[in-house]
């Protein structure tokens, strides 16, 4: 019997690298206009790789990005990044195809739902909120609250404990198999692979369940709980 369910957040509901792309190329675009003389496209491959180092959630990476590059920063040239930025970020930040439907029919059946995630508290509210999933959750978790990142098992514990669920009554939905798959397993809790919204180029999650769409995982609950 499934009673509740885990949702990641980045990449699980939300297309979360479609918006940082069209941000980052908002981003650059403005500096550009600002004035920095630079090739957009080696600068938006700049700007990625030190994300890929720093991390994506990094507030400080246009100033870094600037400093490396010429050895101070230009509050114009930040300015004009920042603002091109958020403006993309808002109009492009989306849900994934199905995602209300899946939540609301989640709730039609008596389902707990909780997010977990590993981005900073205010950036997964403000996500939560402005995409109008805050009424769908019992409970949201963050790394913040903790002071520990998936895959260990402090988040995954704390979720369970939040929802009043056993882990095998419990299902993790996750795209990064190495952190929602591999945490979740780790305490027993079933799984769920959100391969739409992989970006690690995964050949094998090691999910129980694979979803193509966020909407199988009801189908996949009916069929569970009625065998039960």
């Not at 246009?62 to 300015?79: H, M, Q, S, T």
């Not at 996500?127 to 805050?134: S, W």
């Not at 939040?162 to 009554?169: A, D, F, N, R, S």
């Not at 939905?173 to 959100?194: H, K, M, P, Y």
Request: no cysteine; aromatic share 8%; glycine share 8%.
């Amino acid at each position: 019997m499934i009673r509740a369910v885990i949702f990641d957040v980045d990449n699980t509901l939300t297309d979360f690298m479609k918006m940082k792309r069209a941000a980052v190329d908002s981003a650059v675009e403005g500096m550009i206009d600002a004035g920095l003389k630079v090739r957009k496209d080696a600068m938006v491959e700049k700007i990625f790789d030190t994300y890929w180092k720093e991390g994506v959630e990094d507030q400080k990476i246009f100033d870094k990005v600037l400093k490396a590059e010429f050895g101070r920063i230009d509050y114009k040239l930040l300015a004009a990044g920042i603002v091109g930025y958020r403006r993309s970020k808002a109009g492009t930040m989306a849900l994934y195809p199905h995602v209300h439907l899946t939540l609301l029919e989640l709730m039609r059946l008596g389902v707990k739902s909780a997010a977990l995630s590993d981005a900073p508290k205010l950036e997964v509210w403000l996500r939560i909120v402005g995409l109008g999933l805050h009424h769908y959750f019992d409970h949201v978790i963050t790394s913040e609250d903790l002071g520990a990142h998936k895959p260990a098992p402090a988040p995954f514990r704390k979720a369970l404990e939040m929802l009043g669920t056993k882990p095998g009554e419990t299902v993790m939905v996750g795209d990064w198999a190495e952190r929602d798959v591999v945490g979740a397993q780790n305490l027993g809790i079933r799984t769920a692979w959100a391969k739409y919204g992989d970006t690690h180029e995964t050949k094998d999650s090691g999910a129980e369940f694979v979803l193509t769409d966020i909407s199988e995982l009801v189908d996949i609950i009916r069929k569970e709980n009625a065998a039960a």
